[in-house]
């Protein structure tokens, strides 16, 4: 069996294994992970010594936090002193080390966890998919024709591998829930600000998957704290709560099965998300279907705006011609968009968020599909977005706007392709615990599913 974080806390603790055999084995399978699915783009240099230094840390009945010596892998747009940080993108090749660490990974290492590797992504995390100028396709260990999603890629299928106890990515429109979707994971993109990030934003989000709920738990009780160096973070940190205390609030949730426009959604994934509706309806809640009534121009400003943001790090980067071909045509006619256009798909996007307020305010939860199609191939950007890079993310890149958290988890494996099926569920602002109370709930009672894929050189510790 995988290790979670709490199977390597209590291995610690009962000295049955060491922080550093637990990470030299994770070290030796992070080049086989590499080999098979391409998700890894650095292994930490430091890993074998923060290593020792733990495993004298609990020889001494001494951990320095709730996650000492637990490994962990983070996504390439993460900085960390000393490793490379590429953004997924050639556009990046020849800049130096980071000198400094992002701040979600300085909370990590407060609690003991040891970054194992840093994982790949798509140029800039503009794809919901696993391409990238600087690292290839990225591919799912489920089956390695199709595509493990993106822009966590790496970090997607680094877990679904069996490496790491859980890992971080960020989300801008869907980049940990989608690919936590397609490799079978739980995730949670969080209230914004709930994580520290700098520099701050108002839409991208740091946030964590594993491969159970708890895992995200326990990574998000690490990272989702307040910090000076974002002055848009929220106060205090994260605290979990159980589902009884949901039940207790009388809740109501709304099925979304439909957000107004894109790829209609496909039946195996709308079944998987009226199961997990009709489980929570038994248990108590009162669900009712809900539309968000969107249209194509509210995806419009989102696009407008994404364009923007990506074209800007292409133009101050080292080799802007090296962007991948896709995203390049994609970006073509970005650097004239008038200011005034800006604006006014940015205040279109405000007004998205009031249609959505209006639409499900009244619902404490929303019960949706996290991707509308089954996977795709892992050199597809998508389901025919070639010209529209994140169409297929409706689910999704709408609480990143909203603010509100969003977090998925496993509900089935598909008959068909054994592949895997996420469902999401997103809260009211400020309710991450209540989101995460839930998707705890629905994997614990959902039927069974199939053991996660590994290759050889897993580590099993037993």
Request: one cysteine or more.
């Amino acid at each position: 069996m995988l290790f979670g974080t709490a199977r390597f806390r209590s291995a610690y603790r009962r000295r049955e294994l060491s922080p550093v055999e637990a990470v030299e084995a994770q070290l030796a399978y992070a080049g086989e992970v590499s080999d098979k699915v391409n998700a890894i783009s650095q292994i930490s240099p430091t890993a074998i010594d923060e290593a020792r230094e733990s495993e004298r840390r609990w020889a001494a009945g001494c951990p320095i936090g709730p996650l000492d010596g637990v490994p962990v892998v983070v996504k390439d747009s993460y900085h960390i002193a000393g490793m490379k940080r590429w953004h997924g993108s050639a556009i990046h090749n020849g800049d130096a080390p980071s000198t400094g660490t992002s701040e979600p990974i300085a909370r990590l290492r407060e609690a003991g966890a040891i970054v194992v590797a840093k994982t790949t992504m798509p140029d800039m995390g503009m794809l919901g998919s696993g391409i990238s100028s600087q690292f290839g396709i990225v591919r799912n260990p489920w089956d390695t024709t199709v595509s493990p999603g993106g822009s966590s890629a790496g970090v997607g299928a680094s877990l679904a591998c069996g490496l790491g106890a859980f890992g971080l990515g960020t989300d801008i429109a869907g980049s940990v829930r989608l690919p936590a979707a397609h490799c079978g994971l739980a995730a949670i993109k969080p209230t914004q600000g709930r994580i520290a990030y700098s520099p701050a934003s108002t839409m991208r989000s740091s946030g964590v998957m594993g491969r159970s709920v708890s895992d995200v738990v326990e990574g998000l009780l690490a990272v989702g704290k307040q910090a000076p160096t974002d002055p848009m973070c929220l106060p205090g940190a994260f605290r979990a709560t159980a589902f009884e205390e949901v039940l207790q609030r009388l809740p109501r949730a709304g099925l979304l099965l439909d957000v107004g426009y894109g790829t209609p959604t496909d039946p195996v994934a709308a079944a998987a998300t009226q199961a997990a509706a009709a489980r929570l309806e038994a248990a108590g809640f009162a669900v009712e279907p809900v539309s968000l009534g969107l249209g194509e121009a509210d995806f419009a400003n989102a696009d407008l705006v994404f364009k923007a943001h990506a074209a800007a790090e292409v133009r101050a980067s080292r080799h802007p011609e090296a962007a991948l071909d896709l995203v390049g045509r994609w970006l073509e006619g970005a650097n004239a968009i008038p200011m005034a256009d800006y604006e006014d798909a940015m205040c279109g996007l405000l007004a998205t968020v009031a249609k959505i307020e209006q639409a499900a305010g009244s619902f404490d939860f929303l019960i949706s599909p996290v991707i509308p199609t089954l996977p795709f191939a892992a050199d597809s950007p998508g389901p025919g977005d070639e010209d529209m890079l994140l169409h297929h993310t409706h689910y999704t890149a709408w609480f990143n706007q909203t603010g509100q958290p969003a977090a998925v988890y496993r509900e089935a494996n598909d008959a068909a392709t054994n592949l895997p099926i996420g469902v999401q569920v997103a809260a009211r602002r400020f309710d991450d615990a209540g989101a995460l109370a839930v998707t705890g709930y629905l994997e614990a009672t959902r039927p069974a599913v199939s053991p996660f894929p590994t290759f050889e050189k897993v580590p099993a510790y037993e």
